[in-house]
Antibody, heavy 130, light 107 residues
C-alpha cells in the first residue's frame, strides 16, 4: 500500500513562503504524477497542481504566479512552495498520487485516459498568521 | 473552469436506506467523473472513477452512473461507516475541479 506523508511548518507569516514536502513510501515516485490539493471551509477542495516524476508541472492558473513544485526521485519525495501567502492560503494541504485508467488496458494516443487521485496523504493544516 | 455542482448539500438517512447524490457539470464532460468519500479529519478516499468503475476494495453497495453533465453516486443499504461527506471531481479538463460536497448524516 502506497503511503504519502506531508511535512512542513504549520504556521507561516503573511507575505512569506509556505513550504511543504510529501514523502512517498511503499512505492516508487517514478511513473506517476504527484499532486497538491488544499481544503478550506469556504472554497472546499481546490487542486493546486501536479508534478511528474520527470519534473514537468501543471499548475492551477489561479495560483500559478505563486506556486512552485519540485521532485526528488532519489529520496522519493516532492515539494510545494506557495509564495506571498495571505490568510486566504490557510487550509489543510493534501498530497495525492495521480494515476491514469485506460479502458483498453494500456495507453493509446487515440483512446480515453481517465485521471484519478488514488492515494492521499493524511493532510496538514497550515495557518497563515502573524 | 468546469464547475461541478452537487445536490443536495446534505441529507439525513437511516442505516439500510438507499441514498443518491447528484453532481452536475457546467459543460459536457463525457464520463470523466470520480467520486470520493471523506470522513472528518481524514483524506478523501477514491470510490468510483470514470463515472461507474468501482475502485478496488470499495464495497459493491457503492455505484456510479451518468454521462455528459449529469452524474449520480448511489449507496444501496447505507452502513454506519458510510456517514461521511462525498465529493465528485471532473477529470475532463486538466484543471481538475471538485464539487462542494454532500454530507450524509444519520437520521
Amino acid at each position: 500500500q502506497v503511503h504519502l506523508q506531508e511535512s512542513g511548518p504549520r504556521l507561516v507569516k503573511p507575505s512569506e513562503t509556505l513550504s511543504l514536502t510529501c514523502t512517498v513510501s511503499n512505492g516508487s515516485i517514478n511513473s506517476y504524477s504527484w499532486n497538491w490539493v488544499r481544503q478550506t471551509p469556504g472554497k472546499g477542495l481546490e487542486w493546486i497542481g501536479y508534478i511528474y516524476y520527470s519534473g514537468s508541472t501543471n499548475y492551477n492558473p489561479s495560483l500559478m504566479s505563486r506556486v512552485s513544485m519540485s521532485v526528488d526521485t532519489s529520496n522519493n519525495h516532492f515539494s510545494l512552495d506557495v509564495s506571498s501567502v495571505t490568510a486566504g492560503d490557510t487550509a489543510v494541504y493534501f498530497c495525492a498520487r495521480g494515476s491514469y485508467f485506460y479502458p483498453s488496458g494500456a495507453y493509446s494516443p487515440d483512446g480515453p485516459a481517465y485521471y484519478l487521485f488514488d492515494y492521499w496523504g493524511q493532510g496538514t493544516l497550515v495557518t497563515v498568521s502573524s | 473552469d468546469i464547475q461541478m455542482t452537487q445536490s443536495p448539500s446534505s441529507l439525513s438517512a437511516s442505516v439500510g436506506d438507499r441514498v443518491t447524490i447528484t453532481c452536475r457539470a457546467s459543460q459536457s464532460i463525457s464520463d470523466y467523473v470520480n467520486w470520493y468519500q471523506q470522513k472528518v479529519g481524514k483524506a478523501p478516499k477514491l470510490l468510483i472513477y470514470a463515472a461507474s468503475n468501482l475502485q478496488s476494495g470499495v464495497p459493491s453497495r457503492f455505484s456510479g452512473s451518468g454521462s455528459g453533465t449529469h452524474f449520480t453516486l448511489s449507496i444501496s443499504g447505507l452502513q454506519p461507516e458510510d456517514f461521511a461527506t462525498y465529493y465528485c471531481q471532473q477529470s475532463y479538463s486538466t484543471l481538475w475541479t471538485f464539487g462542494q460536497g454532500t454530507k450524509v448524516e444519520i437520521k
